[in-house]
């Protein structure tokens, strides 16, 4: 079992940034991948990006290549969000997640393999 708790959400005006965290506990922070997902209201919940175990492959929905970046540190169980140049669409609840697996490549996860979840942090954009 792995326990999750974002923080770094705000309201930031258009083409501000935030960088939002992830503390993992429980299971081996190591032995797994993280992502991040989105929820705005009236909307399903979305993938933005997941990171491998070790770091060292990411992936990213398109809507936020170039501008948001993914990483994580072992050391401190802990996984990030670097959200720049924000618009007003990116605003929504921002839950990071588990995927359980020793994968050499970060993957695209649908939110029903999700194998953890955060409670989620509110990123509002403002324009």
């Known amino acids: 079992q792995v326990q999750l708790v974002e923080s770094g959400g705000g309201l930031v005006q258009a083409g501000g940034s935030l960088r939002l965290s992830c503390a993992a506990s429980g299971r081996t922070f190591s032995s797994y991948g993280m992502a991040w997902f989105r929820q705005a209201p009236g909307t399903e919940r979305e993938f933005v990006t997941a990171i491998n175990w070790s770091g060292d492959s990411t992936i990213y929905v398109d809507s936020v290549k170039g501008r948001f970046t993914i990483s994580r540190d072992n050391a401190k169980n802990m996984v990030y969000l670097q959200m720049n140049s924000l618009k007003p669409e990116d605003t929504a609840v921002y839950y990071c997640?588990?995927?359980?697996?020793?994968?050499?490549?970060?993957?695209?996860?649908?939110?029903?393999?999700?194998?953890?979840w955060g409670q989620g942090t509110q990123v509002t954009v403002s324009s």
């Open positions: 997640a588990a995927d359980f697996g020793r994968r050499t490549l970060a993957r695209t996860i649908p939110p029903r393999q999700a194998d953890s």
